[in-house]
């Protein structure tokens, strides 16, 4: 969802239904935007589903539907999901001009993205992107030392993931470097098998999704 797009609160009871098949879901609106819409949900959708909203306009009392994909979860203790319009009608600019002036136009400032470097083969790098793109983080990606170096010295992260297997002779160097450039950032190691010692913060297993990750990198954080 475009964060460039000005987001104003309002509550209204939406019912999702998987353009594919799939469960009725019904959801309530966290926020709106002209070309989104954030969705407060204890249903999971998978990133990338077109679904169908439908809704009641507050004011005419009429019934309202516009398509979009699913792009963003929130994971943790208030899930919710970001959809992403597709040609939404006129009746939903007016929609978002009404919640705008509800609010007195007080436009939704967006908590800072976690900025979050990745670590890696190629190959397993190409095999977590959808995982990675689904996040809503800034990602940026390293394959070699010089990447990870040049990532360390200029940008500061949030947290660094190693995609390799906890026996691998590699995370020892990169977490050790990590530590001493950029000690507030969380280490974590996404594969399999376990480490021991406190060099790593947390080991997620390969076939955990976000939310596991997510919980990796902000336990203890309060964020």
């Known amino acids: 969802m475009s964060r460039r797009a000005p987001r104003f609160r309002i509550e209204l009871k939406v019912t ?3 353009l594919l098949g799939g469960q009725l879901v019904v959801c309530h609106t966290r926020d709106i935007s002209e070309v989104g819409i954030c969705l407060d949900t204890a249903e999971w959708l998978p990133v990338g589903s077109r679904v169908s909203l439908t809704l009641l306009d507050p004011q005419s009392g009429t019934a309202m539907e516009v398509i979009g994909d699913v792009v963003r979860e929130v994971n943790g203790s208030n899930p919710a999901l970001g959809v992403l319009l597709v040609e939404p009608p006129a009746e939903w600019k007016v ?3 009404q919640a705008a ?8 400032r967006p908590s800072r993205r976690m900025r979050v470097l990745v670590v890696g083969d190629d190959h397993r790098q190409r095999g977590a ?3 990675y793109v689904s996040s809503g983080w800034d990602i940026l990606f390293a394959s070699d030392d ?4 040049e990532a360390l010295e200029n940008i500061k992260l949030d947290a660094v993931i190693a995609e390799l297997d906890a026996t691998d002779p590699r995370i020892e160097p990169i977490m050790s470097d990590v530590r001493k450039a950029q000690p507030e950032a969380r280490r974590i190691v996404r594969g399999s098998g376990r480490g021991a010692g406190d060099l790593v913060h947390r080991y997620v297993d390969r076939d955990s999704g976000l939310e596991a990750l997510l919980d990796a990198i902000t336990a203890n954080l309060g964020v």
Do not use: K, N, Q
């Open 16 to 18: 999702v239904s998987p």
């Open 95 to 97: 929609l978002v001009a």
């Open 146 to 149: 010089f990447a990870v170096h």
């Open 129 to 131: 992107m959808a995982l």
């Open 101 to 108: 002036r509800t609010s007195g136009g007080a436009e939704i």
